[in-house]
Each structure stands twice: as structure tokens, then as C-alpha cells.
């Protein structure tokens, strides 16, 4: 206390009110960073359409799905995706959005009665149902599809009826010959280059074509889908949906589904689909050249749904699943040569978030990061990356190859919409993976609890040490979570609000090779698709790491990285992101660092023993001592100083990255 003279003396109640002003300056300041931040994540849209909603398209000129199901009080956003001006009127004249709508407007509509509501467009549809027109199912209404169609009320059946109708021997197109059917009968088409829509609203039928690569129901860039399905138990073997201006086949609402030997290619959205659907399986089919998935099951939980021995190339995404959760196993199959290969996703626009209960299991996952595939700037964000879980929970990644991926093998991140969804409590184990030019395994921040790797054979982390900070079973530290990540994929999401990605069309892709047949061809036994799920046997332990597809080694290398980024790979908006995010943290723990032992040398009030054991908590406890001290240290720098600095560089921090989200995630 020698100096204790030349302080001058200072009433208590004002040094208190000098470390209160800190406390409620410092922390206000912090605070209000943080709400800045979650406001910018947040987005600018109303409370109402932030919270969880299913999204129906209009593209020109139709809906985007024939069949909508949703609960009683869930809001529906009806969005004009199209060039031209659209609405939605109900038939009877219950509800309606605007009659004008332009292309990128947005209709809430809340949805509080149960009931069947039949909805047309005013320009291109007409209110008994031709032309534009669609139904939205709300709550337990009783609607069976197949009354609209037929007049008759149509029940599902386990058993094959033993019927045949045959394409074109005994109905000239596939539509009349599922027009003509009864639930279990077999529609067989022969050879041949079919140019309609097929709407299936009869139950249990079972659409298969007598060679898979020779049968092409052909939508040709003029309608919707090829196969559109809205009723339960249809199954879909043995032939190619191509050129749809959405899918190739297209599930909505339904219970009991399957693709099996199904081609899908050059379709503008997804290869094989399945939305709001459960029961299922996808097996043995092949899809290509779609501007945004191969394969897709979104919003389903419990999903009950198998995607096994399948190959998607040449996609935006191999898998995409939003909000599908629970007993949803991806296994034994190939993702090769897309944007990016496996990516369950967590989304707003959908119902059922977030997702999680993913299975995927035995894949092998190879080379996406291809340029060259048909995109859109939606999936922008996932490029490059072999495995993404993108906002979700509890899901399993198992004895996957992953080889060759320009960013990660495995990324567990948060995803970003109208909500901030973290990843938790998901396990990577015994995976082996090769040719990562950022990482083979990396958890960006922030993440949640619980995500583990273990067993692993890999050669690089994102961060560094993954494997020990987050094992499955020993130690689980909440250090290892990589800032310059999350970083980086903002980079990515400023390229996507720039357009700055590349551009290639399904139209221009190149048809597919030949793909197997379905064994037994025509005479194989007919099995509508109802318990698809409880019958498909399938022993999840036994399935192996599959082997290197021709023993060749990894051609990608571990890219030179200079403060995590890869200097390479990166773009400019790359690198300004991820060096901004890898380094102010640095830059500021050093700042912060630095002032607090530049005020504790100046401290008269305190003794030695006080002062050394602020400076072995500011050295020894990892940003939060040098915050304490600078918080509760009483320091002599003048509060607004230490307000600015520790909190407004927080606040900084958070706005920057919140920037960098609103660029393109939100606008
Ligand atoms: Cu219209």
C-alpha cells in the first residue's frame, strides 16, 4: 500500500457505483451484442414466420405438390417460385392469398379447422380442378385420393390382386391404365418413351416396366413430375423418370411406399422423393443430373424409411432430408461425384424441425465436390463436404468410406434459416476416410452437447485433436468446436447471395448409363407397397466398411492451410470470412490480455500475493480469467475502456458473423 498517497482518496459509494456502471455498461454492452446477433440471426421476418411451416410453391403453372397434409393451426406459405403472376383461392371461397402475386411473393395462410380445402390458381386453374389446382388436407379430415379421381372410395390392400393392365397393349397411356386399376393390380409397360404426367391417387398398385432402361416416362421439361403419387402402398419398379420441371417420382402424404430399380435423371428438383411420408423404402435405384437431390425424404417423424444399394452422381446433393427424424436408415449405397454427398438438414420452411434419429451406415461416399453437377445456390453452402449433418440431433454415422472431399469428409454444423439450429448428441465412429483438403473430420462451432468421434480412421481434424476432446465413451470437452468453420461456410453463403457459384443445367447433362434390371423382370412377384418398412429385414451390425472401389488411393491432399484456411480452395469471400473468424479471437485474447497486466503493474491497491493470483487466473483460465479480471478485478482503467474493449469486441465478433449469415442466408 505504499502508493496508497498519491491515489487520491475516493468515497466508497462512488467506487461502487464505478464497478456497477462497469457492471451494468459492460454486461449491457455484451448483452446487447449478443441480442444484436441473435436479432440479425433471427432474420427480419415477423414472429409468425419464424416459427415452423410447410412451404407450397407455385411454379409455372402448377403447385408444387398435388397433396398437401398438414395439423390443425399450422400456417401455410404459399410462394410464387415461378415467372409468372399466381394465386391460391379456395374453391368454396374460404380463404385466398392475393390475386397478383409476383414471382418471390409470400402468403401466410393459418389453417385452424380441420378440413379438405381444394385450392386453384385464378390464372391458370379452375375451381372443380383442372389445370393449376391442388388440395391441402388439414388435421384428421377423412380424404381418400382416389375419390377424386374415380368417384370410388378405394381402400389399401397387402395382397396383389393377380389384375394386369398393360401399356400400350391394353391402355394406350400408363394414366389410363392407373385409371383403370383396382388396389393390388400390376400396371407392366412395355418399351417405350412415355410423355405424360402420371398421377397415381388408387392405392397399392404396383407401376413397373418390363425393362428399366428402355421404359422412359418422360416429362420433358414441360411438367411436374413423371410419377406423382398421393395415394398409400404404390410402389415404382423397374423403369426411368426423366425430366420433370420438380422430380422424377414423387411421393406426398402417403403411407407405404417403394422405389425399386427406379431411374432417376435430369430432374430440375429430386430424383426419387418422398415428402410427409412414411413406410419406405428406396432401394436399387439410381439417380442423376437432379439441380438439388438424388434421393430426398423430408418431414416424417417417426420416418420408418430404408435408403439401401443406391447410387446418386452427378447431383447438387446425393441425400438431401429436411426434418426427417427417426428410425431412417441410409445404408450400403454410393454418393459419389456431387456437390456434396449425404446431407440431412434442419429447415424452417418445413414441418418437424429439427431433425434427427438418422442412421447412415456401410457407404461409401466418394468425390463430391464435382463443379460440374447441376445446382442451385441453396445447397451452395454444403459443396465439397462428404458427410453433412446440418442442424440436427442424436443421428449416427457409422463404417462409411468417405474418400476425396475438398473441404471435410464428415462436417457436423449448425444450420442457419429463420432460426439458429444447433448440432447435438450425434456419433461418428469407425468411419475410415481419406483425401480431405481442409479436414477428414470437423465439428463447427457453435455446437451443441454430446457430439462424439470415435474410432475413427482418419488423418486430419477440424480442430485438431477431435478424436481425444470428444470421444464417444471417455473424455467430452467443450473446447474442441472450430470457430473458423462456421467461418467458412458464411464465406460460402456470401457466394451464394452473389450468384457466385457455378451453373449447370440437368438439360445439359449426360444420360445415364445402363442400369440393372429388377430380377424377374416382368413375372417378378407383385408386393403393393404396404408394411414396406416392418418387412424389409435388414441386420444393421453386419454391414461392413464397404471396400475401395478399385483399390486406388486418395488423390486429394490435405491443402496447405495458413491460419486454418485453405489457402487453395478458398475463394476471396472465403478468406475474409474464415481469417476474420480464425483471428480476431486471437487478436482480442491477446488485447485483453495484454491491458490486464498493464493495469495490474500500474496497482497500487493490491498486495503481491493478490496480484500474482490474478495473474495466474488471467494466464491459466482460457478467456474467461482475463474477462474476470477485467469484470469483477476492479481495475483502474476507466470502465467505458474495459466496457469497449472486452465487450464490444465480442459484440464484434458476433455482429461480423451475423453479417457475414445475413448476406445470404436470410435475405
Ligand atoms: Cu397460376
Redesign the pocket.
Known amino acids: 500500500m505504499a502508493g496508497s498517497q498519491v491515489t487520491p482518496p475516493v468515497p466508497p459509494d462512488s467506487a461502487d457505483r464505478g464497478v456497477s456502471w462497469w457492471h451494468r455498461g459492460g454486461w449491457l454492452l455484451l448483452a446487447l451484442g449478443a441480442l444484436l446477433a441473435g436479432l440479425l440471426m433471427a432474420g427480419c421476418s415477423s414472429g409468425e414466420e419464424a416459427q415452423a411451416h410447410v412451404t407450397i410453391n407455385?411454379l409455372d403453372?402448377f403447385f408444387g405438390r398435388d397433396l398437401t397434409r398438414v395439423p390443425i393451426d399450422t400456417s401455410v406459405r404459399f410462394v410464387n417460385d415461378g415467372r409468372?403472376p399466381?394465386?391460391a383461392v379456395d374453391a368454396k371461397g374460404a380463404w385466398k392469398t392475393p390475386v397478383d402475386m409476383k414471382r418471390g411473393d409470400a402468403k401466410l395462410v393459418r389453417f385452424s379447422q380441420p378440413g379438405v380445402y381444394r385450392f386453384y390458381?385464378t390464372?391458370?386453374?379452375t375451381a372443380n380442378g383442372k389445370g393449376?389446382a391442388a388440395t391441402l388436407v388439414v388435421g384428421n379430415a377423412y380424404y381418400n385420393p382416389a375419390e377424386q379421381a374415380t368417384g370410388k372410395t378405394l381402400a389399401p390392400v397387402a395382397q396383389a390382386s393377380g389384375q394386369v393392365q398393360r401399356v400400350p397393349q391394353q391402355h394406350r397411356t400408363i394414366q389410363a391404365a392407373v385409371n383403370a386399376s383396382q388396389p393390388g393390380d400390376l400396371v407392366l409397360i412395355s418399351p417405350g418413351v412415355y410423355r405424360e404426367e402420371v398421377k397415381v391417387a388408387i392405392p397399392s398398385l404396383v407401376l413397373r416396366g418390363t425393362d428399366r432402361n428402355a421404359v422412359v416416362i418422360d416429362a420433358e421439361f414441360k411438367r411436374p413430375n413423371a410419377i406423382s403419387i398421393t395415394a398409400d402402398g404404390v410402389a415404382v419398379e423397374n423403369l426411368t423418370a426423366r425430366n420433370g420441371l420438380t422430380n422424377g417420382v414423387f411421393w406426398t402424404g402417403v403411407k407405404g411406399y417403394r422405389a425399386s430399380y427406379v431411374t432417376a435423371h435430369a430432374n430440375k428438383e429430386y430424383g426419387v422423393y418422398a415428402f410427409d411420408s412414411v413406410d419406405g423404402v428406396f432401394e436399387h435405384s439410381y439417380a442423376s443430373a437432379s439441380a438439388d437431390s438424388g434421393f430426398y425424404i423430408g418431414q416424417c417423424n417417426p420416418c420408418r424409411a430404408v435408403i439401401t444399394d443406391v447410387v446418386a452422381e452427378n447431383n447438387a446433393l446425393g441425400y438431401s432430408g429436411t426434418n426427417a427424424s427417426g428410425e431412417l436408415y441410409i445404408v450400403r449405397s454410393t454418393w459419389r461425384r456431387n456437390w456434396a454427398g449425404i446431407v440431412p438438414n434442419t429447415l424452417d420452411t418445413e414441418l418437424l424441425p429439427p431433425f434427427r434419429e438418422v442412421t447412415i451406415v456401410g457407404n461409401l461416399v466418394e468425390g463430391n465436390g464435382n463443379p460440374e453437377a447441376p445446382g442451385k445456390g441453396i445447397q451452395w453452402g454444403a459443396f465439397g463436404n462428404g458427410v453433412v449433418l446440418a442442424g440436427g440431433n442424436d443421428s449416427v454415422v457409422e463404417r462409411n468410406r468417405i474418400v476425396d472431399h475438398p473441404l471435410h469428409g464428415i462436417l457436423i454444423t449448425p444450420n442457419l434459416d429463420r432460426r439458429f439450429w444447433m448440432s447435438s448428441g450425434n456419433r461418428v465412429r469407425g468411419n475410415v476416410i481419406r483425401g480431405s483438403g481442409r479436414a477428414d473430420l470437423a465439428l463447427s462451432a457453435p455446437a451443441g452437447n454430446g457430439n462424439c468421434f470415435q474410432g475413427n480412421d482418419v488423418r486430419s481434424s477440424a480442430p485438431p485433436g477431435l478424436q481425444a476432446l470428444h470421444s464417444c465413451d471417455g473424455l467430452r470437452l467443450p473446447l474442441g468446436m472450430d470457430l473458423s468453420t462456421m467461418a467458412l461456410s458464411l464465406g460460402r453463403v456470401a457466394e451464394t447471395h452473389h450468384e457466385d457459384y457455378p451453373k449447370h443445367r440437368p438439360e445439359d447433362a449426360p444420360a445415364p448409363p445402363p442400369q440393372p434390371q429388377l430380377p424377374g423382370g416382368a413375372s417378378a412377384p407383385v408386393r403393393p407397397a404396404m408394411d414396406v418398412f416392418t418387412r424389409f429385414s435388414m441386420n444393421l451390425a453386419s454391414i461392413p466398411v464397404p471396400a475401395n472401389p478399385d483399390g486406388h488411393s486418395a488423390t486429394i491432399r490435405k491443402e496447405p492451410t495458413v491460419s486454418g484456411v485453405p489457402i487453395l480452395a478458398a475463394s476471396p469471400w472465403q478468406l475474409v470470412f474464415a481469417l476474420y473468424g480464425y483471428l480476431l479471437p486471437f487478436v482480442l485474447y491477446a488485447a485483453w490480455t495484454s491491458l490486464a497486466f498493464w493495469d495490474l503493474a500500474r496497482r497500487d491497491d493490491l498486495g503481491r500475493g493478490a496480484t500474482l493470483a490474478w495473474v495466474a487466473v488471467v494466464l491459466l483460465v482460457p478467456f474467461l480469467g482475463v474477462i474476470g479480471y477485467h469484470v469483477l478485478g476492479r481495475s483502474k482503467l476507466p470502465g467505458w475502456l474495459r466496457a469497449a474493449v472486452v465487450g464490444g469486441g465480442v459484440a464484434a465478433y458476433l455482429v461480423i458473423l451475423a453479417i457475414g449469415a445475413l448476406l445470404g442466408g436470410i435475405a
Open positions: 407455385m403453372d409468372n399466381h394465386n390458381c390464372f391458370h386453374g393449376m
